[in-house]
């Protein structure tokens, strides 16, 4: 997705996402041994594709976090949990900013200001760079 026309696309690719009569659910599984504050841009950014790709409006991001437990006899605290996180636009600009503050560091690496073609990214394979 081109988020942005001063900055290179940007690539992902969402665990789930559900539909039903124009309506979306974009959702990221997140696996761990507790619960941890997560970041919700990556839903931002699926959701602002979808918005792209279908027209639409109706669209709520979720965290699903599932608790890694080694021993399910001894569970005493929740394994699963869902919690919502808002996709709305308004989040959009912080996100190029932190994009663009992000791909300025890269570029500072990289004096090119381009990735270096690998032949471990699915996008440079696609485009030839390594036939």
């Given at each position: 997705m081109d988020l942005c026309r001063?900055?290179?696309p940007i690539i992902g690719v969402p665990d789930l996402v559900l539909s039903q009569n124009g309506a979306f659910?974009?959702?990221d599984h997140k696996t761990s041994k507790t619960f941890?504050?997560?970041d919700s841009a990556q839903l931002v950014l699926?959701?602002?594709h979808i918005r792209h790709d279908h027209a639409t409006n109706a669209i709520v991001g979720a965290f699903d976090e599932y608790r890694l437990v080694p021993d399910l006899s001894k569970i005493k605290k929740p394994v699963f949990r869902r919690t919502p996180?808002?996709?709305d636009r308004s989040f959009l600009p912080a996100l190029?900013?932190?994009y663009r503050n992000a791909w300025k560091s890269i570029a500072r690496m990289s004096p090119s200001r381009k990735p270096a073609p690998s032949p471990?990214?699915?996008q440079c394979n696609s485009y030839g760079f390594w036939r």
């Amino acid at each position: 997705m081109d988020l942005c026309r001063s900055l290179p696309p940007i690539i992902g690719v969402p665990d789930l996402v559900l539909s039903q009569n124009g309506a979306f659910v974009v959702v990221d599984h997140k696996t761990s041994k507790t619960f941890k504050d997560l970041d919700s841009a990556q839903l931002v950014l699926y959701a602002e594709h979808i918005r792209h790709d279908h027209a639409t409006n109706a669209i709520v991001g979720a965290f699903d976090e599932y608790r890694l437990v080694p021993d399910l006899s001894k569970i005493k605290k929740p394994v699963f949990r869902r919690t919502p996180v808002s996709v709305d636009r308004s989040f959009l600009p912080a996100l190029i900013r932190r994009y663009r503050n992000a791909w300025k560091s890269i570029a500072r690496m990289s004096p090119s200001r381009k990735p270096a073609p690998s032949p471990d990214c699915w996008q440079c394979n696609s485009y030839g760079f390594w036939r």
